[in-house]
């Protein structure tokens, strides 16, 4: 592992006077044969922090940030890695609370391995002496791919609301598996998860729905999912997604209830629309429980997923385009949608155009597993071919005259906003409209 590891840390590591270990994600996938690009550099040493700063900052690292009571540094070197050092100590939790109530350093470093979550992430790697050091039996975990507590996982998961999602993403990112008791654990401290700050809850939940570009596995998303869904820790974050759990649909176009369904869809999505396949159906729990049927669910879809991404303080451009491809996604999804309209669908959904594809392809595959291209996809790339064989224009700066041209033909300034959007929608409706000399005599028409 020595000469995976940057040369400032390994320097670092010599001018100590006390060893100094990685320890976490890094040691534990570099045994199990996955070390990632520009991993997260966890170090740590029963030696005094300000011991390390000054050793650090000799050997041109930049400290970032300190906090004492911790016994944690975070720093990045000159090549830009960057490390977060703790002091071996020893952690006692108010039930529930993320941060430590109680913090004690110590010299022992089966002390500060079960202070950690999973005997996994409790292997050290001592850079100096190129070793490795397991309190826990943790590689032997690792070896077996599983995923066990470094105490009781009723203590574990008590103590910290937050490592109900770090063992869902660690187990798709990693592709480990939960032994009984760890997931028994989670299970009975499910209620926690409500005590964690909605940022760090958006956060795991965001990594686990991109855990492939970790693993690597196109289902490690899914998976991860499942867990939340098993430990009913997914029930308290999206209350309206797992409503829809028992929820049954038409046999004819589905073989999975509402929330399975949603699940599966994020299974067959690619990592752009994730959360939008994770929620384009949030709505047919709302419909079915007001009317008895899931009719409008997209519409009333819309609001209900922009409310929990607000709620997750999630960012406000991905709020808005996942509550867009909600209301959008069931758009012609019988085909019997005129080729008029459709043409006048594609140029107002023409910027999330491929996303919205995508999200209509995922859909269709969730129902029953087909990875047969989707009717409504293969309608719509259609008449989206034909339109761009004709010239169609797709948004108003693919029209062959602009507002220049109007204004040079004497257009009242605020007429010109109307004339061009009846010349765009002209253009849609017949692409082999849009020629310039054409739409000079039919500006100068609807001006006059």
Not at 36 to 65: H, L, W
Not at 135 to 162: N, S
Request: with cysteine; hydrophobic share 40%; aromatic share 8%.
């Amino acid at each position: 592992m020595r000469e995976l590891l940057p040369l400032p840390l390994i320097d670092l590591a010599a001018a100590l006077p006390f060893p100094l270990y990685l320890v976490g994600g890094s040691v534990r996938d570099f045994l199990r044969g996955a070390l990632q690009e520009n991993p997260d550099y966890d170090i740590c040493s029963y030696g005094d922090e300000e011991v390390f700063m000054q050793t650090a900052r000799a050997m041109g690292f930049t400290v970032k940030s300190v906090f004492r009571a911790t016994g944690t540094v975070k720093l990045a070197d000159e090549r830009k890695n960057e490390y977060e050092f703790t002091r071996f100590r020893s952690d006692k939790y108010v039930r529930g609370m993320h941060r430590p109530s109680e913090v004690c350093f110590t010299n022992d470093i089966a002390l500060d391995a079960v202070r950690r979550d999973f005997c996994a992430n409790a292997v050290y790697y001592d850079v100096k002496n190129a070793r490795f050091v397991d309190p826990l039996g943790g590689m032997y975990d690792i070896e077996r791919k599983i995923l066990r507590t470094v105490a009781p996982a009723k203590k574990v998961f008590g103590e910290d609301g937050l490592r109900l999602l770090r063992l869902a993403r660690i187990a798709a990112q990693t592709g480990f598996s939960p032994d009984e008791e760890c997931l028994a654990g989670a299970r009975e401290n499910a209620a926690l998860i409500c005590d964690v700050v909605p940022e760090r809850v958006y956060a795991e939940l965001n990594a686990l729905l991109h855990a492939d570009e970790k693993a690597r596995d196109s289902s490690a998303p899914y998976r991860g999912l499942c867990i939340l869904r098993d430990t009913k820790v997914l029930h308290r974050i999206l209350p309206e997604l797992t409503a829809g759990e028992g929820m049954a649909q038409r046999s004819d176009f589905h073989a999975h209830d509402v929330l399975e369904h949603s699940l599966r869809c994020v299974l067959y999505a690619p990592p752009c629309i994730r959360w939008a396949a994770l929620l384009h159906d949030v709505g047919k729990p709302f419909c079915f429980l007001r009317d008895g049927n899931f009719y409008k669910h997209a519409e009333e879809g819309e609001p209900i997923a922009r409310a929990i991404l607000a709620r997750l303080k999630a960012p406000s451009r991905l709020k808005e385009e996942t509550a867009a491809l909600v209301r959008l996604h069931m758009r012609d999804h019988m085909q019997n949608m005129r080729v008029s309209k459709v043409r006048r669908e594609l140029v107002a959904a023409y910027p999330l155009l491929d996303k919205l594809f995508a999200l209509k392809q995922a859909d269709y595959s969730a129902c029953k597993d087909d990875l047969s291209p989707a009717p409504a996809v293969v309608k719509w790339k259609t008449v989206l071919a034909e339109m761009k064989a004709e010239g169609a224009p797709l948004t108003l700066k693919d029209l062959a005259i602009n507002g220049n041209d109007l204004h040079a033909l004497g257009t009242p300034p605020e007429n010109t906003g109307t004339v061009l959007e009846r010349l765009f929608a002209e253009c849609v409706a017949d692409g082999t409209l849009n020629e310039r000399k054409r739409l000079l005599r039919r500006a100068r028409a609807l001006t006059e």
